[in-house]
């Protein structure tokens, strides 16, 4: 088992940052990818975000891309999403997410563990 805790929303303004984290614990090695999800009020949760196990490797969204980064600490067993230059609409719950192959990162039906999810709300 895995368990994910994600930590960092909250409220900025359009422009702002934030930094999202999400800590792992418990089988955490065979985690080969770890992505970002997110769901906004009344939409269906939506890949942002996912970075291979060492780190070197990410694929974003089209619509975050340039914006937000992505990135792990393998000895901190914690990944992060760097969210910049922010949008009222990234205005979602954001999930964090891991799995153990490193395929079909966009599809969350694919990913075996979750955390509860954290609230980013940007307002204009």
């Known amino acids: 088992q895995v368990q994910l805790v994600e930590s960092g929303g909250g409220l900025v303004q359009a422009g702002g940052s934030l930094r999202l984290s999400c800590a792992a614990s418990?089988?955490?090695?065979?985690?080969?990818?770890m992505g970002w999800f997110r769901q906004a009020p009344g939409k269906e949760r939506e890949f942002v975000a996912a970075?291979?196990?060492?780190?070197?490797?990410?694929y974003y969204t089209n619509s975050v891309k340039g914006r937000f980064t992505i990135s792990r600490s393998i000895a901190k067993n914690t990944m992060y999403l760097q969210m910049n230059s922010l949008k009222p609409e990234d205005t979602a719950i954001y999930y964090c997410?891991?799995?153990?192959?490193?395929?079909?990162?966009?599809?969350?039906?694919?990913?075996?563990?979750w955390g509860q999810g954290i609230q980013v709300t940007v307002s204009s």
């Open positions: 997410a891991a799995k153990s192959v490193l395929v079909d990162l966009v599809d969350s039906r694919k990913y075996d563990y």
């Open positions: 418990g089988r955490t090695f065979s985690n080969n990818a």
């Open positions: 970075v291979n196990w060492s780190g070197d490797t990410a």
